[in-house]
């Protein structure tokens, strides 16, 4: 997989879309019409050509970088309980449609690294920027709604609304991003139903296997269509067989929708099959050193 790493520019690239754009559909139908009733000759008028390609190429230059530029970047995050230094400047950039997972000891800051790009949690220094947009500038309201509308959590307890239903725990993020009921529920069921819960809309969380309650919660992170999926030990506390489910839903969903996600996991099969491997030790990210040989 290739990972793209084009820089963001801040605002930039999307004043730059809106201008291309509007050039392009203002020019567009104009052109058109002229060219209909022949009232002008184009051909004539180098001045509106130039200014044309201009528009033109600017408007395929900001749909490359609006395009491109998709990605999460966190950039030397130190967190501190304390005295204790738990992140120590980790920096890491996950591209769209990337499955990353997150390796390494008991302690070493992985879910502590989770939790701040998800951000649940703040750092002491450092930056977190989803497609240009520094989050940690952003208010608490506004975060709230950016979290609501971006970000996906599965946790390793699935961390379900015990008193309410399937249907209505997948509902719930959209329910509370604004989305009429209708509309929530409609799209809750057809999640439920890709998840081959169809018979269990009505069920509440503690009359569901595990597996099941792991694949609500997956129907849950996805309702907002979110820029990522942040999964914390998604499959911990699952037998072989609903773990292996789980894992392959994941990679059905980056192959089908494109689906970005990040997760932690003390499982090596699921790391090896992702897209990138972070290892992380003390709080920071490293590269493994090499098995050593062998001596027999
Ligand atoms: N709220 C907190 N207050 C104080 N220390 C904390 C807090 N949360 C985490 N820590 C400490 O930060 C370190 C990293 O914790 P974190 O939960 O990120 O580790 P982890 O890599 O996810 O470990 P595990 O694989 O066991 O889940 C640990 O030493 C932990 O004790
Ligand atoms: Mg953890």
Known sequence: MITLQIKTFGPLPHLAFCWGLSLWLSAAPLIGVCLC?????????????????????????????????????VKNIIKRYGNLEVLK?????????????????????????????????????GSVLFDGTDVLALKDKELARFRNRNIGFVFQFHQLLPEFTTLENVAMPALIGGEKRSDAFAHAKELLSYMNLSDRFEHKPAQLSGGERQRVAVARALINKPAVILADEPSGSLDTQNKQELHKLFFTLRDEMKQTFVIVTHDESLAG????????????????????????
């Not at 001045?47 to 230059?61: A, I, K, R, T, Y």
């Not at 490359?64 to 998709?70: A, G, L, Q, T, Y």
């Not at 992702?274 to 050593?292: F, K």
């Open 273 to 296: 099959d992702t897209d990138r491997v972070l290892h992380m030790r003390d709080g920071l990210i490293v590269t493994p050193e090499p098995e050593s040989e062998i001596i027999v």
């Open 89 to 125: 400047g980790v920096s890491v950039t996950i591209g769209d449609g990337e499955i990353v997972s997150i390796v390494g000891p008991s302690g070493a800051g992985k879910t502590t690294l989770l939790q701040i790009i998800g951000t649940l949690d703040k750092p002491d220094s």
């Open 37 to 73: 009733f022949g009232r002008v000759d184009f051909g004539f008028q180098p001045l509106f050509w130039v200014g044309f390609c201009l528009g033109f190429g600017w408007l395929c230059w900001s749909l490359e970088v609006s395009f491109f530029e998709k990605m999460i970047e």
